[in-house]
């Protein structure tokens, strides 16, 4: 598992070290370590690291400070290193390191240290680099990236993004991609996106977080010995190694009903193929047992597909509402609305998706997980009295998954490139496994009939244990996303192919 921190709790726990150790130790250690990955990507791009060309974006604080460090060193390693300040003052020691190991230091505002070029001129220094390292802002920026910075930083982006240049350098972020909410991964500004970002002492909890979280690229962690056992973390992402602790293994002794049965009440006549991808996932995913609750044309579809279905009520361990119901259909919303109040009143785990969404009881148990993509968010909110729309909800995705959460007492499960979980207590899981592929008609549904099997093969663990309910949501969006990477890697994929991808998905992360 991946845990991230806030700004204030990575400054309390560098505090005693900061306090214990010589001056500048722990930046150097930092810096040390910055220019060994640099070094390191160097080294797979061009096969080493003299005559490389590194050209280091630095600000006024301490993050520039890492970056001159780092560039001295790769300079005394024989890399052709060129900074670009964008305030009159940067870092002292960083300044002098850097000059002592024949850097080239240019400005772009007036009195900054070096020779003073325009925007255009470092633009040019910049996409002709092999490396960009991006030392604007760290852990104390306040707010977007502003004046030279802000132009240099959208200008570069925009280069970069057109892929056009013969080479486009790697750009490498110095502790976070400048910019960004170190806290809750806001975008307030320009960023530039980050093919790796190098962070100190400890993951800062917008490297995991949407939207920032997309532009971190790969993350890597410096340890500097830092002591964040008291603390916990604002954000949390699963890794493929968690997932077999959570997953509900049969014991020799289990049979279909200890294992859990899954109630999906989805599909209607005008989108019955929800029924067959939700129970579909569910049966292959693991379920003891799957029964469908809906017209009978749709149970049809649901049997034709997957003979191991049960058509009809019958005690289960958690229900899946909601994949395909369409509104108009009376009698099928009527069967979401029973299974949501008989759950509720039983305390049964629900994943509430699609046309459920609409027929919420006011207040729910964290046993219920909502499954709402941004658009189903912002109208779930609307309705309960808040000013959102979709794009707010795009742009702010772990603010609105919380405010629902809050609202409501489920726990949410957002979907979007990064799923958002929000649990009980308010704990934040962000999950990113899956290629942008995914984004395809129906591969909701098979998330949902996925978390179904999860959470009935965890019935009992979940009563006890309100915000695994949230974990196991994580999990049920990491195992989605590599079912989608494994039905056809790289490529294309379909709703129905990641369904049926799921159990060597899941025997390969249970095999670990
Ligand atoms: N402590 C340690 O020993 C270690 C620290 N480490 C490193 O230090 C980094 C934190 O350094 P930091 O605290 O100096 O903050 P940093 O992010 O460089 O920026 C602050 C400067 O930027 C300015 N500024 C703020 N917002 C702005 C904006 N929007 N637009 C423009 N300017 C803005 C602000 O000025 P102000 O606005 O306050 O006047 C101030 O001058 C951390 O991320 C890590 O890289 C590691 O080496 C490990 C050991
Ligand atoms: N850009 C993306 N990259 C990776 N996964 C994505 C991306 N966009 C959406 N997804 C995933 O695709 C699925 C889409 O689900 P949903 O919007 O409910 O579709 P449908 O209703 O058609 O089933 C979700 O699991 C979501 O997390
Ligand atoms: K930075």
Not at 16 to 28: I, K, S
Not at 311 to 332: I, K, L, N, Y
Not at 459 to 467: F, H, I, K, R
Request: charged share 15%; proline share 6%; glycine share 14%.
């Amino acid at each position: 598992m991946i845990v991230g921190y806030t700004a204030a709790q990575v400054r309390a726990a560098e505090q005693p070290l900061l306090d214990a150790g010589p001056p500048g130790a722990l930046m150097h250690q930092a810096a040390f370590g910055l220019a060994v990955r640099v070094a390191r990507l160097l080294t797979d791009r061009r096969g080493g690291v003299r005559g490389a060309d590194v050209v280091a974006l630095v600000g006024p604080g301490n993050n520039g400070g890492d970056a001159l460090l780092a560039g001295a060193e790769l300079a005394r390693r024989g890399a052709g290193v060129t900074v670009v300040a964008t305030s009159a003052a940067v870092h002292d020691g960083g300044l002098a390191a850097l000059r002592a190991a024949g850097g080239t230091l240019l400005t772009v505002v007036d009195g900054g240290p070096g020779r003073r070029v325009w925007v255009g001129d470092a633009l040019a220094e910049a996409v002709s680099a092999d490396v960009v390292v991006d030392g604007l802002l760290g852990i104390g920026a306040r707010g977007a990236v502003r004046a030279e910075a802000a132009e240099l930083v959208t200008l570069l982006a925009e280069l970069l993004a057109q892929d056009v240049a013969p080479a486009v350098p790697d750009v490498v972020a110095v502790d976070v991609p400048s910019g960004i909410g170190v806290d809750d991964g806001d975008l307030p500004g320009p960023v530039l996106p980050a093919d790796l970002t190098v962070t100190f002492g400890a993951v800062k909890a917008g490297l995991l977080l949407p939207p920032a979280a997309g532009l971190a690229g790969d993350v890597e962690l410096v340890d500097l010995g830092l002591d964040l056992t008291g603390s916990t973390p604002a954000a949390a992402r699963l890794e493929v190694s968690d997932v077999a602790d959570l997953w509900p293994v049969p014991a020799a002794a289990s049979h279909k009903y200890t294992r859990g049965v899954v109630g999906v009440v989805a599909g209607t006549a005008l989108y019955p193929g929800a029924a067959v991808l939700a129970t579909t996932a569910a049966v292959l995913s693991g379920a003891g047992m799957v029964r469908y609750v809906g017209p009978a044309a749709v149970g049809h579809a649901v049997l034709a597909a997957r003979p191991e279905v049960v058509v009809g009520h019958g005690r289960v361990q958690a229900w899946v509402a909601g994949p395909g119901v369409d509104p108009a259909d009376a009698e099928q919303t009527g069967r979401v609305r029973d299974v949501l109040a008989e759950a509720l009143a039983a305390g049964l785990p629900v994943v509430a998706d699609a046309g459920a969404l609409g027929h919420l009881p006011d207040h729910l148990s964290p046993w219920v997980v909502l499954t709402p993509h941004a658009g189903e968010l912002a109208t779930l909110l609307s309705v309960r009295g808040e000013e959102v729309d979709r794009e707010r909800v795009e742009v702010d995705p772990v603010l609105w998954a919380r405010r629902a959460q809050r609202v409501t007492g489920a726990t949410v499960l957002l979907k979007g490139p990064t799923t958002v979980v929000v649990g009980a207590g308010g704990a934040v899981w962000a999950q990113s496994d899956g290629p942008a592929w995914l984004a395809t008609a129906g591969s909701g549904d098979v998330l949902a009939g996925l978390l179904g099997t999860l959470l009935a093969g965890c019935a009992d663990e979940v009563l006890e244990d309100p915000p695994l309910v949230a974990a196991l949501a994580a999990a049920a969006a990491l195992v989605h996303g590599r079912a989608a990477h494994r039905s056809n890697p790289g490529g294309p994929v379909h709703a129905l192919g990641v369904a049926h991808a799921l159990p060597g998905t899941v025997a390969d992360l249970l095999r670990g």
